[in-house]
């Protein structure tokens, strides 16, 4: 499967954004899915996470309440809605998927995941 983000960009603090993850050569319904980032001298960190059995989500203590992932099978594209943002969120988002599959669960882990997009860009800024 082949994984493009779009939606990155420039948005002052406090600010929402919709980061899209659209999936190519295969169906999303096979894959757990997940949302990291990686902010400049900084480790990947894992976002959040949605399986593929039961639509069960896991976020990083750091964004919940804030941010929301989701999925549109119809569409093969999985979404991650991102609000009151902050400098600190700042970073490259990347979209991933896994084959591995548990019932309901999902990774924060990037090692879990098989296939990786190119990333997008949020810059937040005032």
């Known amino acids: 499967v082949q994984l493009v983000e779009s939606g990155g960009g420039l948005v002052q603090p406090g600010g929402p954004l919709r980061l899209s993850c659209a999936a190519f050569?295969?169906?999303?319904?096979?894959?757990?899915i997940g949302w990291f980032r990686q902010a400049p001298g900084k480790e990947p960190e894992g976002v959040s996470c949605i399986s593929s059995s039961d639509g069960s989500t896991y976020y990083a203590d750091s964004v919940k309440g804030r941010f929301t992932i989701s999925r549109d099978n119809t569409k093969n594209t999985m979404y991650l809605q991102v609000n009151t943002l902050n400098n600190a969120n700042t970073a490259v988002y990347h979209c991933a998927a896994t084959v591995l599959q548990v019932w309901g669960s999902c990774w924060l882990d990037p090692p879990q995941y098989d296939y990786w997009g190119q990333g997008t860009q949020v810059t937040v800024a005032s």
């Open positions: 050569g295969s169906t999303l319904d096979y894959y757990a």
